[in-house]
T-cell receptor, first 114, second 113 residues
Framework: AQSVTQLDSQVPVFEEAPVELRCNYS??????LFWYVQYPNQGLQLLLK??????LVKGINGFEAEFNKSQTSFHLRKPSVHISDTAEYFC????????????FGKGTRLSVIA | GAVVSQHPSRVICKSGTSVKIECRSL??????MFWYRQFPKQSLMLMAT?????????EQGVEKDKFLINHASLTLSTLTVTSAHPEDSSFYIC?????????FGEGSWLTVV
């Protein structure tokens, strides 16, 4: 079975500062990795995903993440955040066979301070 | 990208009644769809796996007689919350895979009063 640990439940950061949201996973098989964002009272929006290939993945809204197999991590980064980035961020993992459910982390609340 | 449509997006029902949530894959066929539940300020938890033409598989702790899942066609899965209670108030969201990518519906906010 897979599991995900998001190490920080809340991350406050000043506007235009860089941010890193940490995600570690556990799995006995190869995985796909995802980051989703959820704005208040809204559904999920896919930020980026790692299926295979380059370990540095670029997503929407200036976010990127790096898959590190040796450290079983998939941390999300943005070099300069905006107020509009304030939201809940979820890291998720699935087996790399497709058609399997995602296992979500508990989420990280990113609060961007003006 | 592929589209998964979920309906209704928001529903309020009285305690003791039943409510049905539909999940449609608009441009792909989904032999399997997944239903998740998210309580306020919590993460998304897998409730069940919906299989076209066969019984759903429920996660531990999810009552199969309360949360009825029907996957009668390759493009439609439904979740019926029977005899709903206030503690069933939650965000319900479905998903399906195609072309090595998983797609989520918009989600349904259920409030039981």
């Amino acid at each position: 079975a897979q599991s995900v640990t998001q190490l920080d439940s809340q991350v406050p950061v000043f506007e235009e500062a860089p941010v890193e949201l940490r995600c570690n996973y556990s799995s006995s098989v190869s995985v796909y990795l995802f980051w989703y964002v959820q704005y208040p009272n809204q559904g999920l929006q896919l930020l980026l995903k790692y299926l295979s290939g380059s370990t540095l993945v670029k997503g929407i809204n200036g976010f990127e993440a790096e898959f590190n197999k040796s450290q079983t991590s998939f941390h999300l980064r943005k070099p300069s955040v905006h107020i509009s980035d304030t939201a809940e961020y979820f890291c998720a993992v699935s087996r790399n066979s497709g058609n399997t459910p995602l296992v979500f982390g508990k989420g990280t609340r990113l609060s961007v301070i003006a | 990208g592929a589209v998964v449509s979920q309906h209704p997006s928001r529903v309020i029902c009285k305690s003791g009644t039943s409510v049905k949530i539909e999940c449609r894959s608009l441009d792909f066929q989904a032999t399997t769809m997944f239903w998740y539940r998210q309580f306020p300020k919590q993460s998304l938890m897998l409730m069940a796996t919906s299989n076209e033409g066969s019984k759903a598989t429920y996660e531990q702790g999810v009552e199969k007689d309360k949360f009825l899942i029907n996957h009668a066609s390759l493009t439609l899965s439904t979740l019926t919350v029977t005899s709903a209670h206030p503690e069933d108030s939650s965000f319900y969201i479905c998903s399906g895979w195609t072309w090595n990518t998983i797609y989520f519906g918009e989600g349904s906010w259920l409030t039981v009063v």
